[in-house]
C-alpha cells in the first residue's frame, strides 16, 4: 500500500490575514523585535482585445486553460509584436508576461513553416519551465515525443520541436540542432554557438538554417543581465544580429520580459543596439488581477548578551519563532517559501526548519506521523533532475515549503504560495518585488522581510517608508568599454570568416580603436573592412570561470550527483577534503577529490555537525601600472595583482545547537590562485581599522552608482596588516571576473565623485 505523504496546509482564504498577522505581531513584541505593516490593495483585472482574431487552434487551446480573454498588456503587446515592433514588457509577477512572446511565437509556426524562434534565459531551472509550459499547447499530448529537455509540439496538422541547448546532453542538443524550430537557451552556450563553422561541425547547416529564418528573440528577465555581464551580452546580440544580417535575415524582432526597473526601455535598447524608430515599445501598464498582499518589515530583537559580530537576534531564529506560533495556533502551516542569501544558509536553514517545525507539529497532532521533510532547500548547484523532483513536491503538497537562493524569484512556476520570508534585503527594489510576487497569486499573501545587522539593512529597518517608497534601481552597462568592445568584434569578425564591413553599424568602433593592441589584432583594410590578423582565434568565457567539479556520492558502479557545477573557491570553502555539508536532509563527508575528472567524491556519515572553513585570502601586486598621491592623504594605485585564497583550517558547527568546536588544522589542501585587476587605497596617515572597514562598506556602496558596473563585478578587502603596504591601513578593491573589463581603470578616473558619495 502506497503512503499518502502530501501535507496538510491552509491558505488566508481559510483565516483571516489580519487575524494571523495580529498573532505575529504578538510574537514579535515578546521577541522585541519591531513590526511595521504594509497593505498592497487587491486590483480588478482589464481585458483588452486584439486587432485581428488568433487561429482557431490557439483560441481552442486558451480556451481549454481557462483563457477567454487576455489582459490589457497581454492585448496591447501583442498587437504591437504582429505589427513588428520590438517590445518590453514588466508588468507583475504572476500577470501573464509569458503569454506575451508564446501568442507569437506559436502563430508564427503556424503560419510560416520555416521561421524559428530563441529564447535566452539567465537560469537553467527557468529554461526547463519554458519547455513545460510550451508543452500544454500540444494538440494531442500522447503523439507528443518527449526527453529531457526536447518535446515536439503538435497545432493542428503541424509538428514542432523545442529543445534545450545546454552544456552536458548531447543527444537532446543533436535532436534539438536537427528538428527543433525553438531553441530554449543562456547568453552563455550561445556566445559559443555563434562561433560558425568551427563549432558547428556536423550541424552547420541546420545552424544556417535557425538563424536565417529566426523571427522572434525572446529575452526573459532583462534586468539580470547589469554590470559586465550585462555590457557583454550587449555586445552578444549585435554579433547574433551581425550573423542573422549576413544571412539574408534583416527582420528579426525582440521581446524582452524585466522586472520593475527605472529604465526598462532604455536597458533593452542598448542591450540590442535597437534605438529610435527600431527601438522598443514599452508595456507596464498591468491589467491582471491580484489579491491583497500584507507586507511586514521585522527588524529583530536587540540580544541581553551582544558582541562585538552580534546585537541582534539571529532572523532564522526569529522565522523559526513565527513558524512555531502558526503551527500552535492552526495546528498546521501555510504553504510558505524562503528567500536566503547562499547555498550553505539555504541548506543549513531548510535542516533546522524541519527538525523545529516537525517537533512542534509532533506535539500538536497527539503522535500524527510527520514527514521528516517538510521544507526543502533549492539553489543553482543543485542537478536539473533533482530541481524538478522538488518543484514537483512541492506543486503536490508533499512540501510544507521551499528555502531558496535568488534562483527561484524569477519566473519559475512554483504553484500557489502564502506566506513568504526574506532573510536579509534581496539587494535592489527589483528582487524585493520579485521575491514578494511570490505570495499571493490566488487568494492573499503575505510577505514578511527581516532584516540582518549590515548597516544599509539596519538603515532601512529605521526608515521603513523609505524602504517601500523609494525608486527602482537603474540597470547599467558600458556598450563604450573599449576592452569589451574589442574583444567581441574580433568574435564577430570571426563569425563571418574573418572579415568584417561596415562594423559601426553594429559595434563602437572608435571605443575598440582605444583597447590596448586592438590595432594588432584587427586591420582596417579599406575604409569600413576590417580583417582579423590572425584568423585563429580563442573565445573566452563571457565570465571568467574557474574549473567546475561535480560533487559525487559513489554507489558501487554508479554515481549519484549531489551538487554540480562548484567552482575552485567554493570548493575551498564548502567541499574541502574532510569538509562535512548536508544533502537532502543527511550528512556527507568529502572523502577524496579528483581534480583531473573534476569530482569531488563524498560518502555519507552519521554526524551531529557540518563544517565551516576558515579561509584568508592575501594579495600581491604583480605590476604596477599606475601610482600617485591624493592631497597628501591617500596614496593610490592600480595594476595586475594575484589573490590567494588559502584554507587554514575548520570548524565543527553542532547541527543542533550548542556552538562550534575550537579551529581543527587543515594544511593539505592547494590554495586557489587568480589573477586580476586592482586597485589600491592606502592611508600613509593612519586610520583605525574599525573605521577602515566602514569606508569600505561605504565605498562598497557608492560605485555601481558611479561607475557603470554591478555589485557582483568587484571585491573589497581592507587591513592594517598587509605586508604588501607596509602594514599601513589599504582598501584593496579587485575585478572578481578575472580582469580585462576597464572597471579598475574607471573607479580611478571617477575615484573623488566616489568618495563624495560616500
Known amino acids: 500500500m502506497f503512503k499518502d505523504i502530501r501535507m496538510e496546509t491552509w491558505s488566508f482564504k481559510d483565516y483571516p490575514i489580519q487575524d494571523v498577522i495580529d498573532g505575529i505581531k504578538k510574537v514579535g513584541a515578546k521577541l522585541g523585535s519591531t513590526v511595521e505593516q504594509y497593505s498592497v490593495p487587491a486590483r480588478e483585472a482589464i481585458f483588452g482585445d486584439l486587432e485581428k482574431p488568433l487561429p482557431e487552434i490557439l483560441t481552442e487551446k486558451l480556451a481549454q486553460k481557462g483563457i477567454a480573454q487576455l489582459y490589457s498588456h497581454q492585448a496591447d503587446a501583442i498587437n504591437k509584436v504582429r505589427n513588428g515592433e520590438n517590445v518590453v514588457i514588466t508588468t507583475g509577477t504572476a500577470s501573464g508576461k509569458s503569454m506575451v512572446y508564446t501568442i507569437p511565437v506559436l502563430e508564427s509556426f503556424i503560419e510560416n513553416d520555416d521561421s524559428t524562434v530563441l529564447y535566452l534565459s539567465p537560469l537553467k531551472a527557468l529554461t526547463r519551465d519554458q519547455l513545460q509550459s510550451l508543452a500544454t499547447f500540444d494538440y494531442e499530448k500522447s503523439l507528443t515525443e518527449s526527453s529531457f529537455g526536447y518535446k515536439t509540439i503538435k497545432l493542428g496538422d503541424k509538428k514542432i520541436g523545442a529543445g534545450v541547448l545546454e552544456r552536458g546532453s548531447d543527444s537532446v542538443k543533436e535532436l534539438t540542432y536537427q528538428s527543433a524550430r525553438y531553441w530554449l537557451t543562456n547568453v552563455h552556450f550561445l556566445h559559443f554557438l555563434l562561433r560558425g563553422p568551427a563549432h558547428y561541425h556536423k550541424n552547420k547547416q541546420h545552424c544556417k538554417r535557425f538563424f536565417k529564418n529566426l523571427k522572434y528573440v525572446i529575452i526573459d528577465e532583462l534586468h539580470a543581465y547589469n554590470g559586465v555581464l550585462g555590457s557583454k551580452v550587449a555586445m552578444l546580440m549585435r554579433r547574433l544580429r551581425n550573423v542573422c544580417n549576413a544571412l539574408g535575415n534583416t527582420n528579426l524582432q525582440f521581446i524582452a520580459c524585466s522586472a520593475s526597473i527605472g529604465n526598462p526601455k532604455e536597458l533593452a535598447e542598448e542591450i540590442t543596439g535597437l534605438k529610435g524608430k527600431n527601438g522598443f515599445s514599452l508595456i507596464q501598464q498591468d491589467g491582471s488581477?491580484?489579491?491583497?498582499?500584507?507586507?511586514?518589515?521585522?527588524?529583530?530583537?536587540?540580544?541581553?548578551?551582544?558582541?562585538?559580530?552580534?546585537?541582534?537576534?539571529?532572523?532564522?531564529?526569529?522565522?523559526l519563532e513565527i513558524l512555531k506560533s502558526i503551527a500552535g495556533t492552526y495546528k498546521m502551516l501555510p504553504k510558505t517559501i524562503f528567500f536566503y542569501g547562499n547555498r550553505r544558509a539555504t541548506t543549513t536553514a531548510s535542516f533546522d526548519l524541519n527538525n523545529a517545525i516537525r517537533s512542534r507539529l509532533a506535539e500538536l497532532t497527539d503522535g500524527v506521523d510527520i514527514p521528516s521533510e517538510l521544507f526543502s532547500p533549492f539553489h543553482a548547484q543543485l542537478n536539473a533532475y533533482k530541481?524538478?523532483?522538488?518543484?514537483?513536491?512541492?506543486?503536490?503538497?508533499?512540501?510544507?515549503?521551499?528555502?531558496?537562493?535568488?534562483?527561484?524569484?524569477?519566473?519559475?512556476?512554483?504553484?500557489?504560495?502564502?506566506?513568504?520570508?526574506?532573510?536579509g534585503y534581496a539587494g535592489s527594489k527589483a528582487s524585493f518585488l520579485q521575491q514578494a510576487g511570490r505570495v499571493g497569486r490566488k487568494g492573499p499573501g503575505l510577505v514578511i522581510q527581516i532584516f540582518q545587522e549590515d548597516p544599509l539593512e539596519q538603515y532601512y529597518a529605521a526608515n521603513p517608508k523609505e524602504f517601500m517608497e523609494r525608486e527602482a534601481e537603474h540597470v547599467t552597462i558600458d556598450v563604450s568599454n573599449p576592452n569589451i568592445v574589442a574583444e567581441h568584434l574580433q568574435y564577430a569578425t570571426h563569425e563571418l570568416n574573418g572579415t568584417i564591413s561596415s562594423p559601426h553599424n553594429f559595434?563602437?568602433?572608435?571605443?575598440?580603436?582605444?583597447?590596448?593592441?586592438?590595432?594588432?589584432?584587427?586591420?582596417?583594410?579599406?575604409?569600413?573592412?576590417?580583417?582579423?590578423?590572425?584568423?585563429?582565434?580563442?573565445?573566452?568565457?563571457?565570465?571568467?570561470?574557474?574549473?567546475?567539479?561535480?560533487?559525487?556520492?559513489?554507489?558501487?558502479?554508479?554515481?549519484?550527483?549531489?551538487?554540480?557545477?562548484?567552482?575552485?573557491?567554493?570548493?575551498?570553502?564548502?567541499?574541502?577534503?574532510?569538509?562535512?555539508?548536508?544533502?537532502?536532509?543527511?550528512?556527507y563527508k568529502v572523502t577524496r577529490i579528483l581534480h583531473s575528472k573534476n569530482e569531488i567524491c563524498a560518502l555519507p556519515v552519521k554526524a551531529d555537525y557540518t563544517t565551516r572553513s576558515q579561509i584568508f585570502d592575501s594579495f600581491h601586486v604583480l605590476d604596477v601600472v599606475k601610482e600617485n598621491t591624493i592631497h597628501d592623504l591617500v596614496k593610490l594605485g592600480r595594476g595586475q595583482v594575484e589573490i590567494t585564497r588559502h584554507l587554514f583550517g575548520y570548524k565543527k558547527v553542532q547541527l543542533f545547537g550548542g556552538g562550534t568546536s575550537e579551529l581543527i588544522q587543515e594544511s593539505n589542501m592547494y590554495p586557489v590562485r587568480y589573477t586580476t585587476e586592482g586597485l589600491w587605497v592606502q592611508f600613509p596617515g593612519g586610520v583605525s581599522e574599525g573605521a577602515l572597514h566602514v569606508v569600505e562598506h561605504a565605498i562598497a556602496s557608492a560605485i555601481p552608482t558611479i561607475v557603470k558596473c554591478s555589485h557582483s563585478d568587484f571585491s573589497l578587502m581592507s587591513s592594517t596588516n598587509l605586508k604588501e603596504f607596509d602594514n599601513k591601513p589599504t582598501i584593496v578593491c579587485y575585478e572578481t571576473g578575472g580582469g580585462g573589463a576597464g572597471i579598475m581603470e574607471a573607479i580611478e578616473e571617477r575615484l573623488l565623485h566616489i568618495f563624495k558619495r560616500v
Not at 388 to 407: C, F, H, N, P, R
Open 289 to 319: 488581477p491580484s489579491y491583497e498582499r500584507e507586507i511586514l518589515l521585522w527588524n529583530p530583537g536587540l540580544l541581553e548578551q551582544k558582541s562585538d559580530n552580534r546585537t541582534r537576534r539571529a532572523p532564522i531564529t526569529e522565522a
Open 387 to 423: 530541481k524538478q523532483e522538488i518543484m514537483d513536491k512541492l506543486k503536490k503538497g508533499e512540501l510544507v515549503g521551499i528555502v531558496s537562493t535568488s534562483a527561484l524569484e524569477m519566473g519559475i512556476d512554483i504553484g500557489d504560495l502564502n506566506l513568504c520570508f526574506m532573510i
Open 507 to 587: 559595434f563602437k568602433v572608435s571605443a575598440a580603436r582605444k583597447a590596448d593592441g586592438f590595432l594588432e589584432k584587427m586591420k582596417e583594410v579599406s575604409k569600413g573592412t576590417w580583417k582579423l590578423v590572425d584568423p585563429e582565434i580563442k573565445y573566452n568565457f563571457l565570465l571568467s570561470s574557474s574549473k567546475l567539479y561535480n560533487v559525487i556520492h559513489n554507489q558501487g558502479l554508479t554515481n549519484e550527483t549531489l551538487y554540480e557545477g562548484v567552482d575552485e573557491r567554493s570548493l575551498l570553502r564548502d567541499y574541502h577534503l574532510g569538509a562535512v555539508f548536508l544533502y537532502n536532509q543527511k550528512t
